[in-house]
């Protein structure tokens, strides 16, 4: 048994005892070793979704499938109620919830309802600055102007729907926010900030900073994983060769600063001391992003065996360091993930999309299963 294949049968024998476990609730981050539960309320809840789907992909146990189906109805009941979906996190909620379930099983509701999650995602689509906001309602004095880079991970759920519905509105708004990202949230040193801001009322730009990184200036780790991933997403859409070469700027620089053991700290700036935090979860989003990014080059590329072998040095890493295997109880399969360190918030536990990363690049490494992004 390869040593994917030992990771992927670890984290499929936990998640069919975590089922039970939750009974309908969806896990978010853990605290002492137990994951946190909600009725579908928060923004991470499409992870645990997902995870549903590749685990009844690779393994056809309709156990998987039964509760994967049983989520999407839960996040059918969200957007009818537009529950806790004032933000731009759509795409984290229902690319792996109804989108997954179109793409397994072609079933027209799901794509109904995604397409659906799509016009709401286009709700936050802001006409004068030209961005899609992040968080908050229109005209929030403090993220009325505000633009995150997590929001490349969203796009792929309007490019999808315009793959659906032949409607140029979707592709349109992904590619004026991507460019607006590519320019404005990553520096010239292929670093990342967390979030800009611009004044609303015409797009024109304020200034850079973060909300869970270091300091303004700083570059944290999971953010740049996002933009590994999300650019590379985007190019897969729009094959615009200046997508290809962010994502490729951005892997280099979060893997040429990888530490000993492989697995990144919560923030490439912070000063590191005995006890400083990783994000295990920045680790696995940027694996599973090496996978689409090197699917996307050709064999003779200049960066390929670099990103190659990185991309090897941080899977064995999460697995030699920081896998739960071996420990039959524990909920989470990543430790030592961090959602909010300076806010004090699950600043090292599982993160449930830590464990939904892990086991999407796991999986594709091994079966060749493709994630829930776009149509296989």
Not at 117 to 137: S, V
Not at 228 to 251: C, D, I, Q, W
Not at 324 to 345: C, K, M, W
Request: with cysteine; proline share 3%.
């Amino acid at each position: 048994m390869s040593m994917w294949q030992q990771a992927i049968e670890d984290a499929v024998q936990k998640t069919r005892a975590n089922i039970e476990k939750y009974n309908g609730q969806f896990p978010h981050v853990s605290n002492d070793g137990r994951y946190l539960l909600n009725d579908n309320t928060d923004w991470t809840d499409g992870f645990w979704s997902g995870i549903l789907w590749l685990c009844y992909e690779y393994s056809g146990d309709p156990v998987f499938k039964e509760a994967a189906e049983q989520t999407v109805a839960s996040f059918r009941k969200r957007m009818d109620a537009k529950s806790q979906i004032d933000h731009h996190d759509i795409g984290f909620l229902y690319s792996l919830s109804s989108k997954a379930q179109w793409i397994i099983e072609r079933d027209e509701a799901a794509k109904q309802l995604t397409i659906e999650a799509a016009d709401w995602l286009m709700t936050r689509w802001r006409e004068e600055g030209q961005f899609i906001q992040a968080w908050g309602p229109k005209d929030d004095p403090q993220n009325g102007g505000r633009i995150i880079i997590d929001c490349m991970m969203n796009l792929p759920l309007l490019y999808w729907a315009y793959e659906q519905t032949g409607d140029e509105k979707y592709r349109d708004v992904a590619i004026k926010h991507a460019d607006k990202s590519r320019r404005f949230l990553v520096r010239g040193d292929d670093s990342s900030y967390h979030t800009f801001y611009f004044n609303p009322e015409n797009g024109e730009a304020i200034r850079g900073g973060t909300h869970q990184g270091y300091q303004d200036g700083s570059t944290w780790t999971r953010g740049q994983a996002w933009g590994v991933y999300g650019f590379a997403l985007s190019y897969h859409y729009t094959k615009n060769p200046l997508y290809l070469e962010t994502s490729k700027r951005m892997a280099r620089f979060f893997l040429e600063r990888l530490p000993e053991d492989d697995v990144v700290y919560w923030d490439f700036n912070v000063p590191i001391h005995e006890g400083t935090e990783r994000d295990s979860s920045a680790s696995a989003i940027t694996a599973a992003g090496l996978i689409e990014l090197l699917s996307h080059l050709d064999a003779d590329d200049a960066d390929r065996k670099f990103l190659e072998e990185g991309l090897e040095r941080s899977l064995k890493g999460l697995i030699k360091g920081y896998a739960t295997i071996g420990q039959p109880d524990a909920e989470g399969f990543l430790e030592h993930g961090s959602y909010h360190v300076r806010g004090n918030n699950a600043p090292d536990d599982y993160m449930i999309w830590g464990d939904y990363y892990y086991l999407e690049a796991l999986v594709r490494m091994e079966k060749g299963i493709k994630g829930y992004w776009y149509e296989r």
